[in-house]
């Protein structure tokens, strides 16, 4: 018994070893987010959330509505937008930053706690 217990323990490791080694960083990395683009920032929009983003010329932020009625504005510096209402949760909306410089925004109904800062640099 005790001999077929270590060749079981043995060989479980074996295969284990063969699993990790077959499998490299490059493979998983793709698999878990194949769209995965170093210009796009996505962030979640929900209550409670700020954010300091710094990004370059060029760049995207996409913002991802959380639970509740929000919209995302911006309040002074670079660049301006607004995304409109919306209570959809999922909802998306994207910005490219095409000018150096800061930019700060604001969720109206939740000024006080949903609030962010993007830092555009060359």
Request: aromatic share 16%; proline share 2%.
């Amino acid at each position: 018994m005790k001999k077929n217990l270590s060749f079981f323990i043995r060989n479980f490791f074996y295969v284990l070893l063969l699993i990790l080694i077959s499998c490299s960083k490059e493979s998983i990395d793709d698999y878990e987010n194949p769209n995965d683009n170093d210009s796009v920032y996505n962030l979640i929009w929900q209550s409670n959330t700020s954010y300091e983003t710094t990004i370059q010329v060029g760049e995207t932020i996409t913002w991802t509505w959380g639970g509740g009625t929000h919209n995302l504005r911006s309040t002074g510096g670079t660049e301006s937008f607004d995304s409109g209402y919306s209570s959809t949760y999922g909802f998306t909306f994207s910005h490219t930053f095409t000018e150096i410089g800061v930019t700060t925004y604001v969720c109206d109904p939740h000024e006080d706690h949903m609030y962010g800062t993007v830092i555009v640099t060359e």
